[in-house]
Antibody, heavy 120, light 112 residues
Framework: QVQLVESGGGVVQPGGSLRLSCAASGFTFSTYGMNWVRQAPGKGLEWVAFIRNDGNNKYYADSVKGRFTISRDNSKNTLYLQMNSLRPEDTAIYYC?????????????WGQGTLVTVSS | DIVMTQTPLSSPVTLGQPASISCRSSQSLVHSDGNIYLNWLQQRPGQPPRLLIYKISNRFSGVPDRFSGSGAGTDFTLKISRVEAEDVGVYYCTQATQFPYTFGQGTKLDIK
C-alpha cells in the first residue's frame, strides 16, 4: 500500500534552515508528481511546492519562492524540501502528497506530516 | 490566484440527515486540457487530509457512496446523503487547474 513518511521537522530560530524528507513506498515513485502542503496550527491548508516526476519542472507558492527548494531522488524514492531563511509564519505541519495519475494536481495520498516550529 | 470560497464555514448536522457544502471559485476552473480540477478533501481531527472527490464528481477509491460531488462553471457542491459519526471533521475544496493550487477556508462539520 502507498506510504509517505515525512521527517526532519523540529524547532528552528528565525533565519535558520531545515531540510524535510518524505520517504515513499508502495508505488512507482518516479512516475508521479509530488507536492508539499502545509497547515499552520489551527488553520487551513496551503500548497507550498510541486515537482514533476522527473524533477524537471518545479512550482512554488509566492510565500516561499526564493527561500524553499523542492527536490527528489528517484533512486531513493525520497522527496525533499530545503527551507532557508525561515520565518515565524512558516510554522506549520508540512505534509507531502502524491498526485493521482490522470488527474492534474489531485492529492490522492498524504503523509502524516512533520511539524516545523520557527521561534526564538 | 484563484480564490476558493466555501459556505457555510460551520455545519452542525443531525446523524442520518443530509449535509451540503458549497464552494465557489473566483474564476473558471477549466484547464487547457478541458477538464475541471475541482477536488474535495476531508480532514478528520488529528489526521492528515484524505481525498474524497476529484474532478468535480469522481469518488476516490474507498470513499462511501453517501458522498457525492457536483457543479459546473464556478459553483460546486459536496453532499453527504446521510451523515454518520465518522464524517465529523473539516472539509476543503481545492482547485488544481492552475498554479498556485488553492484551497477553500474549510467547513467544519460536527454533530448537533
Amino acid at each position: 500500500q502507498v506510504q509517505l513518511v515525512e521527517s526532519g521537522g523540529g524547532v528552528v530560530q528565525p533565519g535558520g534552515s531545515l531540510r524535510l524528507s518524505c520517504a515513499a513506498s508502495g508505488f512507482t515513485f518516479s512516475t508521479y508528481g509530488m507536492n508539499w502542503v502545509r497547515q499552520a496550527p489551527g488553520k487551513g491548508l496551503e500548497w507550498v511546492a510541486f515537482i514533476r516526476n522527473d524533477g524537471n519542472n518545479k512550482y512554488y507558492a509566492d510565500s516561499v519562492k526564493g527561500r524553499f527548494t523542492i527536490s527528489r531522488d528517484n533512486s531513493k524514492n525520497t522527496l525533499y524540501l530545503q527551507m532557508n531563511s525561515l520565518r515565524p509564519e512558516d510554522t506549520a505541519i508540512y505534509y507531502c502528497a502524491k498526485h493521482l495519475m490522470g488527474s492534474w494536481g489531485t492529492f490522492d495520498y498524504w503523509g502524516q506530516g512533520t511539524l516545523v516550529t520557527v521561534s526564538s | 490566484d484563484i480564490v476558493m470560497t466555501q459556505t457555510p464555514l460551520s455545519s452542525p448536522v443531525t446523524l442520518g440527515q443530509p449535509a451540503s457544502i458549497s464552494c465557489r471559485s473566483s474564476q473558471s476552473l477549466v484547464h487547457s486540457d478541458g477538464n475541471i480540477y475541482l477536488n474535495w478533501l476531508q480532514q478528520r481531527p488529528g489526521q492528515p487530509p484524505r481525498l474524497l472527490i476529484y474532478k468535480i464528481s469522481n469518488r476516490f477509491s474507498g470513499v462511501p457512496d453517501r458522498f457525492s460531488g457536483s457543479g459546473a462553471g464556478t459553483d460546486f457542491t459536496l453532499k453527504i446523503s446521510r451523515v454518520e459519526a465518522e464524517d465529523v471533521g473539516v472539509y476543503y475544496c481545492t482547485q488544481a487547474t492552475q498554479f498556485p493550487y488553492t484551497f477553500g477556508q474549510g467547513t467544519k462539520l460536527d454533530i448537533k
